[in-house]
């Protein structure tokens, strides 16, 4: 069984940073896309930023310049560093991955860490 836990999610004041953190764990044979999605009340989850296993990164329009995502192989672990935050960026973020166990490959999702810019 394969788990992602993701932290890092909380309050900051709209011009501050935030740095997300996921973890997977499991029954891991490879990982290949990891990335990261966003849930704002009331709207539909749209993604933020993804990560191939090759390094090659893509961002939404609206983060881009602002956010950076990187992985740790080594430790399953995927960031997301985010500076400039605004009021528009607050949601529930969510960790996505691909993983291949030996069961085959499947997309797994984390819980969700909220994240609220606000003065």
């Known amino acids: 069984q394969v788990q992602l836990v993701e932290s890092g999610g909380g309050l900051v004041q709209p011009g501050g940073s935030l740095r997300l953190s996921c973890a997977a764990s499991?029954?891991?044979?490879?990982?290949?896309?990891m990335g990261w999605y966003r849930q704002a009340p009331g709207k539909q989850r749209v993604l933020v930023a993804t990560i191939i296993s090759d390094g090659s990164t893509y961002y939404g329009d609206s983060v881009k310049g602002r956010f950076t995502i990187s992985r740790d192989n080594a430790k399953n672990t995927v960031y997301l560093q985010m500076n400039s935050l605004n009021p528009e960026d607050t949601a529930v973020y969510y960790c996505?991955?691909?993983?291949?166990?030996?069961?085959?490959?499947?997309?797994?999702w984390g819980q969700g860490t909220q994240v609220t810019v606000s003065s």
């Open positions: 499991g029954s891991i044979f490879r990982i290949n896309n």
């Open positions: 996505n991955a691909h993983i291949v166990t030996v069961t085959g490959p499947n997309n797994y």
